[in-house]
């Protein structure tokens, strides 16, 4: 990769754009604004729902509190999907991302339907064929995603991504770096108080989606995001894959974006 100046604020790899921003809350207003034109687009473009994959966690936060505040949004005409949640935990648990996208999002707004991963039901396997059917049927035309400290997109980390799954949603086991960023970010006390699984989207029906907006802020994220922008496309970094999507940009903070300049 070759070496970024320190004005330059936009650049891009392969396909993949990236724009860098002052601050987390600066990086987020922007990935939102992003979003709200494409929102509009969509609307002008298209009478019916208009599909829309949104990710959780707290490198999200800035971009959807952002995101809620913009005026003239269509949200009855958004069916809201988001990409992962943990098997077995509760809806009203603080690390739950049902719970999440309540708080930051479908309590914030009028969205017309959103579907939520249910963690707590009784036959995961079923409850991931289905989620994965209701998504098909609302072909989403945007995805909100983030990248995880192991290079992760969802909850497909290195052991278990697929650049060719066959399924569009399963079931897998979190690694121990993505136990230990869970617990750095707050929603855990500790590693074995995280949940062994997790049902996901995986990386084939993400990338299927045409347009995709991925906020990384934060110091915890420049050593994943420089092998991300730099290293080989390989499942050891899930994240890789963003550079062959046809229309995605990374909105990083001078944090975030530190180890490029390096």
């Known amino acids: 990769m070759r070496q970024l100046s320190t004005e330059e604020k936009s650049f891009q790899i392969e396909n ?3 724009e860098i921003h002052p601050t987390r809350a600066e990086a987020g ?20 729902m208009i599909g829309v994959i949104f990710a959780t966690g707290a490198s999200q936060l800035e971009t959807l509190r952002a995101l809620v505040k913009i005026p003239g949004l269509p949200w ?8 992962d949640e943990y098997v077995g935990i509760a809806k009203d648990h603080r690390a739950s991302f049902r719970l999440y996208m309540r708080n930051e999002l479908t309590q914030q707004v009028p969205m017309h339907r959103f579907y939520e991963v249910n963690g707590s039901a009784p036959d995961s396997e079923k409850a991931c064929r289905e989620y994965a059917e209701a998504l098909n049927a609302a072909h989403p035309q945007l995805c909100l995603l983030g990248i995880g400290e192991n290079g992760h997109l969802a909850f497909n980390d290195p052991g278990v991504a697929d650049f060719n799954d066959p399924r569009d949603m399963k079931i897998v086991t979190l690694d121990d770096q993505c136990k230990q960023q869970q ?18 989207l995986t990386i084939p029906a993400l990338l299927r989606v045409p347009k995709i907006i991925v906020s990384v802020p934060g ?28 229309d995605a940009t990374v909105y990083l903070d001078e944090e975030s974006a530190s180890e490029l300049r390096k």
Do not use: N
């Open 16 to 18: 993949l754009k990236i």
């Open 29 to 48: 207003h922007a990935a939102a604004q992003a979003v709200a034109e494409e929102l509009k687009r969509l609307a002008q473009k298209d009478k019916e």
């Open 76 to 83: 009855d005409r958004i069916c809201g999907f988001h990409m």
């Open 183 to 200: 617990v750095a970010e707050g929603w855990f006390a500790s590693t074995d108080a995280v949940p062994a699984q997790a049902m996901t």
């Open 219 to 246: 110091y915890r994220k420049a050593r994943i995001v420089k092998r991300a922008l730099s290293g080989t496309i390989s499942t050891a970094c899930p994240a890789t894959i963003l550079r062959q999507h046809p």
